[in-house]
């Protein structure tokens, strides 16, 4: 699913609710429909509390982002190699990594934030993470914190 179908799905309540119970082929049908529907308003897809969060999503397991990133490793494109290492989202100016790649996303109840990281040592990590919550937004800065703290045990490789 592309992230302008979410949008449209998200920004549509009745749409979004008749999503959630279809089966494939039916979403596939609502799918084929929205790309007619112009993308809505930021406002109307934001939403102040989680929308949806376990029944329309992009749902990847951590296995799932580890292998995507192990395919960028093995393919070694360096047009892909600067776009993941545009944003490292978070702030990694350590001189203990060669490489850092990095996809993540966010909204009210989602979080989710993935590396790739070479460090100075030349051995890879990956470091795939996520959480969802159906009630209430994920407390960013405790997530952020934690991480970090992860990160920071790849940096020193001591595990």
């Known amino acids: 699913m592309k992230t302008s179908e979410i949008f449209k799905l998200k920004a549509d309540e009745d749409l ?3 999503y959630a119970l279809s089966d494939v082929k039916n979403r596939r049908k609502i799918l084929k429909e929205l790309v007619k529907r112009p ?4 406002e109307k897809f934001l939403a102040d509390k989680p929308k949806a969060v376990t029944s329309v999503e992009w749902f990847a397991s951590m296995e799932d982002v580890c292998r995507l990133f192990d395919y960028f490793r093995k393919k070694n494109n360096p047009y892909a190699n600067a776009i ?19 996809k993540g996303g966010s909204e009210k ?7 790739l990281i070479q460090a100075k040592s030349g051995t890879w990590y990956c470091f795939a993470s996520a959480a969802n919550d ?3 937004d994920i407390n960013q800065n405790e997530y952020f ?5 992860t990160i920071y ?7």
């Open 16 to 18: 979004l609710a008749k």
């Open 39 to 42: 993308i809505p308003p930021v």
């Open 84 to 102: 993941l290492s545009l944003n490292n989202g978070l702030n990694l100016q350590s001189q203990a990594f060669k490489y850092v790649g990095y």
């Open 109 to 115: 109840g989602v979080l989710s934030m993935n590396w």
């Open 134 to 136: 159906e009630k209430e």
């Open 145 to 149: 914190q934690i991480v970090q703290k």
């Open 153 to 159: 045990q790849i940096e020193k490789e001591v595990f």
